[in-house]
């Protein structure tokens, strides 16, 4: 990637745990500080390592932004790798019980795809809701003893995590 290849409102990452969205680039651009640059670069930080940082806008010079960013990526790109981030930040912050429930699905699948679960994972598919990791808590009768569930996009994201944990998955 080149400094010329910068431009405003695409999106950019380190290709590690960051995302941000250019917003404006120019000789126009300062920084909040009135530090002057020869060219300046002003973004929205979409993802990053650091939690308090994401939504945060910040102002550096061209050439800081150009040796921070590896590549340029597309609002799909990014929103990929922003939710494959996420997935790999919740991972890690699973119970075991969590963990083994992903672990025992055992294959990658979509948001789509029905997941058969049984009356003794009752409690354990709440706290996964409540995590955000399943779309919808199952309904259990006396006399049903299965129903199936399906991941959310996150839940999709934390099972990829987790089954092939050295995986940075970048989108190409």
């Known amino acids: ?33 009135s530090v002057s640059y020869p060219v300046g670069v002003r973004y929205r930080v ?44 919740a991972a890690v912050r699973l119970t075991a019980p969590q963990r083994a429930f992903f672990q025992g699905i055992g294959e990658m699948v979509t948001p789509a795809t029905s997941i058969e679960c049984s009356r003794k994972e009752s ?3 709440k706290a996964l809701h409540a995590k ?14 299965h129903c199936d569930i399906q991941l959310t996009g996150l839940g999709v994201a934390v099972l990829a995590a987790i089954l ?6 970048l989108p190409t």
């Open 123 to 125: 409690r354990l598919l």
């Open 46 to 89: 979409c993802s990053s390592s650091k939690a308090p940082e994401i939504g945060t806008e910040s102002t550096v010079a061209l050439a800081s932004f150009y040796n921070w960013g590896r590549r340029a990526l597309t609002a799909e790109q990014a929103k990929d790798f922003i939710l494959s981030v996420e997935g790999r930040k």
């Open 1 to 33: 990637m080149r400094s010329a290849q910068i431009q405003a409102g695409a999106f950019y990452t380190d290709e590690k745990m960051g995302v941000r969205q250019v917003l404006d680039v120019g000789e126009h651009v300062k920084a909040r500080d």
């Open 132 to 145: 955000g990791f399943i779309a919808a808590v199952p309904e259990f009768s006396k006399t049903k003893e």
């Open 164 to 169: 092939k944990p050295q995986a940075a998955e």
